[in-house]
């Protein structure tokens, strides 16, 4: 098997694609959306380990039978988690995925 090494014309092609405006614009919308939810869901996550940590009698609350807070907490982060995979779905398909297409189609119309 051999490896073809792009020519200098695809590396120019993929450089001009690195530096248009679409391609600005769809990194700019996943970055929007990945940067805040990471950083809200370690947030979240942090919290959690912090209130596990220093406030056992909060956490050990009992809710329901022996349902306590933390479990229902623990319960939370993996709501949470499906909540985002979810929601980065929905995001994708309706704000990158058609930037994305565009940006192949016009590299598909250049190649030919």
Excluded: C
Aim: aromatic residues 16%.
């Amino acid at each position: 098997m051999t490896t073809q090494v792009p020519s200098e014309s695809s590396t120019e092609r993929y450089q001009n694609v690195q530096k248009s405006e679409d391609f600005q614009r769809l990194r700019h919308k996943l970055r929007s959306f990945v940067f805040p939810t990471t950083v809200a869901f370690f947030a979240w996550y942090l919290l959690y380990v912090l209130l596990s940590a220093y406030a056992r009698g909060f956490m050990s609350a009992k809710i329901v039978g022996n349902i306590n807070v933390a479990l229902i907490f623990g319960l939370l982060q993996f709501a949470s988690t499906f909540l985002i995979a979810w929601y980065y779905s929905r995001y994708s398909s309706r704000e990158l995925d058609p930037i994305a297409d565009s940006i192949r189609n016009k590299m598909e119309e250049g190649a030919e």
